[in-house]
């Protein structure tokens, strides 16, 4: 079955997910207030005092994810030294850290670790020693990944390949995602910018629900590329990676990555394929900034590699299997093509 939309004048009106069954009804919100939502944000506001020092230290010292408070985590599995890294940003900004990224188990499972082998499979990858942006305004002015650059990005992934090697190691290992939040509003729940790495013993239910949509809709990449291309919703096409505004996002504003010519795991990719594929999500991650959002890297046999990026500054409005999404949107995407194009 094709995907079922309607545009009219050469505008999406609605859309709805093969995957998920939400509809996506296109409308104009220029006339709404979201100032109750995103109130508090001290650190967008430029007139707001400098935030004690004593407070900036304190968060440091209590962070199980910075320098110094290794021992506050569970025992590391894996690290990216600043010698192995020489193009690291933060050298000299970060005094003492023996390292730029770090790998060790989340003290939280994801999935009990009873179901995949009695072995703990969630893991934390630290993405950065730095805790804070370089000049905090506030204590919520966090280091992001958008502030880590494109070359930090990619060691990150390369980071991310090493240590799902070692998770598919285990054979009642079947499926491994990449999840990452950043902010409050996305639900990350430690402050220091970290990325999760999980396994899980059965094909994880997003991807499942992927394969099953397209079984019941053959060609269903391919459709929903044509269809974003001719809403305006395209970002970038090159190299065999796409990124595009998506019209069946979990949230109003959600990005896809796509590679649809692979299917299979970055375990498999080359480096250079890697690399494009890293460069494609840093890039709307860094116009995204210090935002909050949220970004998922899907694999798994029949499935296209792809990653969907979540801007979660506005909020969730899923309503009864609906979804809004801004009229604005394809302005929006026009003006992120420029931004890019700048960079
Ligand atoms: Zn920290
Ligand atoms: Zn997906």
């Given at each position: 079955?094709?995907?079922?939309?309607?545009?009219?004048d050469?505008?999406?009106?609605?859309?709805?997910?093969?995957?998920?069954?939400?509809?996506?009804?296109?409308?104009?919100?220029?006339?709404?207030?979201?100032?109750?939502?995103?109130?508090?944000?001290?650190?967008?506001?430029?007139e707001?005092?400098?935030?004690?020092?004593?407070?900036?230290?304190?968060?440091?010292?209590?962070?199980?994810?910075?320098?110094?408070?290794?021992?506050?985590?569970?025992p590391?599995?894996?690290?990216?030294?600043?010698?192995?890294?020489?193009?690291?940003?933060?050298?000299g900004?970060?005094?003492?850290?023996?390292?730029?990224?770090?790998?060790?188990?989340?003290?939280?499972?994801?999935i009990?670790?009873?179901?995949?082998g009695?072995?703990?499979?969630?893991?934390?990858?630290?993405?950065?020693?730095?805790?804070?942006?370089?000049?905090?305004?506030?204590?919520?002015?966090?280091?992001?990944t958008?502030?880590?650059?494109?070359?930090?990005?990619?060691?990150?992934?390369?980071?991310?390949?090493?240590?799902?090697?070692?998770?598919?190691?285990?054979?009642a290992?079947?499926?491994?995602?990449?999840?990452?939040?950043?902010?409050?509003?996305?639900?990350?729940s430690?402050?220091?910018?970290?990325?999760?790495?999980?396994?899980?013993?059965?094909?994880?239910?997003?991807?499942?629900?992927?394969?099953?949509?397209?079984?019941?809709?053959?060609?269903?990449?391919?459709?929903?590329?044509?269809?974003?291309?001719?809403?305006?919703?395209?970002?970038?096409?090159?190299?065999?990676v796409?990124?595009?505004?998506?019209?069946?996002?979990?949230?109003?504003?959600?990005?896809?990555?796509?590679?649809?010519?692979?299917?299979?795991?970055?375990?498999?990719?080359?480096?250079?394929?890697?690399?494009?594929?890293?460069?494609?999500?840093?890039r709307?991650?860094?116009?995204?900034?210090?935002?909050?959002?949220?970004?998922?890297?899907?694999?798994?046999?029949?499935?296209?590699?792809?990653?969907?990026?979540?801007?979660?500054?506005?909020?969730?409005?899923?309503?009864?299997?609906?979804?809004?999404?801004?009229?604005?949107?394809?302005?929006?995407?026009?003006?992120?093509?420029?931004?890019?194009?700048?960079?």
């Amino acid at each position: 079955m094709p995907i079922e939309y309607e545009m009219r004048d050469g505008a999406l009106l609605w859309i709805k997910s093969p995957i998920t069954g939400v509809i996506s009804y296109v409308v104009d919100v220029r006339g709404k207030s979201f100032a109750f939502t995103l109130g508090g944000r001290e650190e967008l506001n430029p007139e707001a005092p400098l935030p004690d020092p004593k407070a900036l230290d304190h968060a440091m010292r209590t962070c199980p994810f910075c320098p110094g408070n290794e021992s506050l985590a569970p025992p590391e599995l894996m690290r990216v030294t600043p010698a192995e890294f020489p193009r690291w940003h933060g050298r000299g900004l970060c005094e003492g850290a023996g390292w730029v990224i770090r790998v060790f188990n989340n003290r939280f499972p994801r999935i009990p670790e009873s179901l995949t082998g009695g072995r703990n499979e969630s893991y934390i990858v630290v993405e950065d020693p730095r805790h804070f942006s370089d000049h905090p305004r506030s204590i919520n002015d966090l280091m992001c990944t958008a502030a880590l650059g494109e070359e930090h990005f990619y060691q990150l992934l390369l980071t991310d390949v090493r240590l799902i090697r070692r998770v598919l190691e285990n054979p009642a290992v079947r499926s491994v995602v990449i999840r990452k939040n950043q902010g409050r509003e996305s639900g990350a729940s430690q402050p220091h910018p970290h990325q999760q790495v999980i396994g899980a013993p059965q094909l994880l239910p997003a991807i499942e629900a992927e394969r099953r949509a397209e079984r019941e809709n053959p060609g269903l990449w391919e459709q929903l590329l044509e269809i974003v291309d001719r809403a305006g919703l395209m970002i970038e096409q090159r190299d065999g990676v796409i990124s595009y505004a998506s019209p069946i996002g979990a949230f109003p504003r959600s990005y896809d990555v796509i590679m649809p010519a692979f299917r299979g795991s970055l375990t498999e990719l080359d480096g250079d394929e890697l690399r494009r594929f890293a460069r494609a999500i840093f890039r709307l991650v860094h116009i995204l900034g210090p935002l909050p959002l949220d970004y998922e890297i899907h694999q798994g046999p029949g499935v296209p590699l792809h990653a969907h990026v979540n801007g979660r500054l506005y909020p969730y409005s899923n309503v009864a299997g609906t979804l809004n999404l801004p009229s604005q949107l394809v302005h929006n995407v026009a003006a992120l093509r420029k931004a890019l194009a700048r960079n």
